[in-house]
């Protein structure tokens, strides 16, 4: 690991700088990993008056209501029983408790709605959600910055919601954010999360360093602050050995890597695997937003030299094949014979790969 902490603060700075006109974030991770709080971050620093090298102040007129999710270009969508009359108060009570709770629980949702509102029915974000978002967004902002669009449990959006969302993050509007969070990345759609950044929430996160008022300097003395999935210098580099004997045939090169799969533990090569589909999910966005911020945060030449031979269905392919391999893996399968077989499915994919 070279210096992560620092790697995936500028990744998330990166996501937010200045001059970016939107982007399409994810904030995953596990049930009492605190991604909110982590996205409410990014959403002050998009949107602070007087930021501390790209540190949000706390303080000013923007921290202050973003603080509190009270803003009228923050665009909040949440899990809601299907009952039209209670979604403004429901929206209210929200922001009234996880501003208590940052790491509101689905369940802990579920029993405010219940005591509050009187109602146990299923909790959805249902498409008229994302028609109302559809309305907002061609409408020019109040007054921040960057509009951000907040979806809470993403993980609960129905089909038809799925699918809206997608049109709208295939043509992002200018000055328009998008911010998922979710417990489990692999219940949205496979379009959906290729379409978006990723950023995986760790559970143990220093509190103290997401405190909104903290000062920049405590920042730079936090570690870990953020963990993208799983950056190092040696994965990537197995991982363009990988590609590099796919593409060209070279058994050699695949004879080594597999030897080395042998010595890894299970979860080793799993780690590994899910490196790889993070990273062909990573080449699908570059070439769909030809985003600089890619080139900032991992091999750059690299990225842009694979991406240039490659069409995107192509791409598709690879990172379709290769997260199906890390569900069989998750399920036990042998990893070798996985490994061997999947590279020679890539021979016939790279094959195919027409520009
Ligand atoms: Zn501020």
Redesign the pocket.
């Known amino acids: 690991m070279n210096n992560n902490s620092q790697i995936i603060k500028n990744y998330v700075r990166n996501i937010v700088k200045k001059n970016n006109k939107s982007g399409s974030v994810l904030f995953h991770g596990l049930s009492n990993a605190p991604k909110l709080s982590v996205a409410q971050r990014a959403i002050?620093m998009l949107n602070?008056?007087?930021l501390v090298e790209l540190d949000?102040?706390?303080?000013?007129n923007?921290?202050e209501r973003l603080k509190t999710f009270n803003h009228p270009d923050l665009h909040i969508v949440l899990p809601l029983p299907n009952e039209k009359k209670i979604e403004l108060e429901a929206i209210r009570l929200w922001k009234q408790n996880v501003v208590k709770n940052n790491n509101l629980s689905l369940t802990g949702w579920k029993k405010i709605i219940a005591s509050n509102l009187g109602t146990e029915k299923e909790l959805i974000i249902r498409s008229e959600a994302i028609t109302k978002i559809n309305s907002v967004i061609k409408l020019r902002n109040f007054e921040a910055k960057k509009r951000v669009i907040l979806i809470w449990h993403a993980e609960k959006l129905n089909s038809v919601a799925s699918n809206k969302l997608l049109k709208m993050l295939e043509e992002p509007p200018d000055e328009t954010y998008f911010f998922l969070v979710a417990n489990n990345k692999d219940e949205l759609l496979e379009t959906i999360k290729s379409r978006l950044e990723r950023i995986y929430v760790p559970e143990k996160l220093c509190s103290t360093t997401l405190t909104l008022a903290t000062k920049a300097k405590n920042m730079e003395n936090s570690k870990n602050v953020f963990m993208f999935d799983d950056i190092n210098d040696e994965s990537l580099n197995k991982f363009k050995k990988w590609m590099r004997a796919c593409h060209s045939k070279n058994i050699v090169d695949l004879f080594d890597l597999n030897l080395e799969i042998s010595k890894n533990t299970k979860n080793g090569h799993k780690n590994f695997m899910s490196f790889c589909s993070e990273m062909l999910s990573f080449c699908v966005r570059y070439i769909i937003y030809k985003k600089e911020t890619v080139e900032r945060v991992i091999d750059g030449g690299f990225v842009n030299k694979f991406c240039k031979h490659l069409s995107l269905e192509t791409l598709f392919k690879l990172l379709k094949k290769t997260e199906r391999a890390v569900y069989l893996l998750e399920r036990n399968a042998n990893a070798k014979i996985l490994f061997l077989s999947l590279s020679i499915e890539f021979f016939k994919i790279f094959d195919e790969n027409k520009l």
């Open positions: 002050l602070c008056y007087d949000p102040c706390g303080k000013c923007a921290c």
